[in-house]
């Protein structure tokens, strides 16, 4: 029922949705945990949560199958819902939310068709920690229209969030086109040509920019998309995910002491010593290998 103008989501759905009752998604589940042990699940729904009424059903009927779960929903849907609603759903052993903040400027937002303002991101980051659910925030970097300006905002928006909520998560992300029915946000048709042919798509070249390892977008300078790569370090050492279960606790206690002095002081060049720790405690990516 939304039309973002960033991803391929709303091109791919036609902003069409079409939910699953909750009894069958009992059903299936219950089945599931029956047959084969499963004890965890995640709901890959863009729009898990939609209506109050289907979410406190499907929340009830979880309840006494006793798993632990994450999905996708909206901050601002999230928001409208009772404290009691939201108790329900914690107590079906919901964990983490996934939300698409997507930036901490209401003028990005506005530009991306998002219809969501960045204070209601806040307000939830705010709210769902009284319920012990842990949040989980994408935030889209690099505006075509002002790359370093954007930066910038959605670093002081990161640090906004920590602050009101230390366990929230951050997802970041290279803002990497995809091709639109209308416009594209960022007016960004003249800068880019995508392939025409599955064979170009499955390039290594364009591999790289679907995975953002390396989107190499015209509009991002290098040394921007390596303050932001280097910023995402900081953070994620200071925070280590707690979707890393392998993680020892001396690995996180060695990772917060490393990082814990350049996330205080905004010093993010050259964190050589946070890839060296990373990489000898080998801390997972959830972002690449899911959770």
């Known amino acids: 029922p939304f039309r973002c103008n960033f991803c391929g989501v709303v091109t791919l759905s036609g902003s069409r949705e079409k939910m699953e009752s909750p009894a069958r998604t009992e059903a299936v589940l219950r089945h599931l945990a029956r047959a084969y042990g499963v004890d965890a699940v995640q709901f890959y729904d863009n729009n898990f949560f939609l209506r ?19 999905c996708e929903a909206r901050t601002d849907i ?19 939310i996934f939300f698409g903040a ?5 003028e990005v937002l506005r530009e991306m068709n998002k219809d969501l303002k960045a204070e209601d991101t806040l307000a939830l980051a705010s709210r769902i920690r009284r319920f012990e659910i842990i949040p989980e925030f994408s935030i889209i970097f690099g505006n075509p229209k002002d790359p370093e300006g954007d930066t910038r905002e959605c670093f002081r928006f990161i640090r906004k969030l920590k602050r009101l909520n230390p366990d929230a998560e951050i997802v970041v992300e290279h803002y990497t086109p995809v091709p639109q029915r209308h416009r594209m946000y960022g007016e960004v048709e003249d800068q880019i040509q995508f392939p025409t042919t599955p064979d170009e798509w499955a390039t290594e070249r364009w591999q790289r920019f679907a995975t953002q390892e390396d989107p190499s977008t015209p509009w991002l300078r290098r040394r921007t998309k390596r303050l932001i790569d280097n910023f995402e370090l900081v953070v994620s050492s200071r925070w280590p995910t707690v979707q890393d279960l392998r993680l020892p606790a001396w690995g996180r206690m060695v990772l917060k ?5 350049r996330y205080r002081l905004g010093v993010y060049s050259l964190p050589l ?19």
């Open 273 to 291: 010593e946070l890839k060296m720790a990373q990489r000898v405690i080998n801390v997972r990516r959830p972002k690449v290998e899911s959770l």
């Open 52 to 70: 109050e009424d289907h979410a406190r059903e499907l929340a009830d009927r979880l309840a006494p199958l006793k798993l632990r779960w994450w």
């Open 257 to 261: 002491a490393l990082s814990g002095w």
């Open 78 to 96: 999230m928001m409208r819902y009772s404290d009691a609603t939201l108790e329900a759903i914690r107590r079906a052993g919901c964990t983490m």
């Open 102 to 106: 997507e930036s901490g400027s209401n």
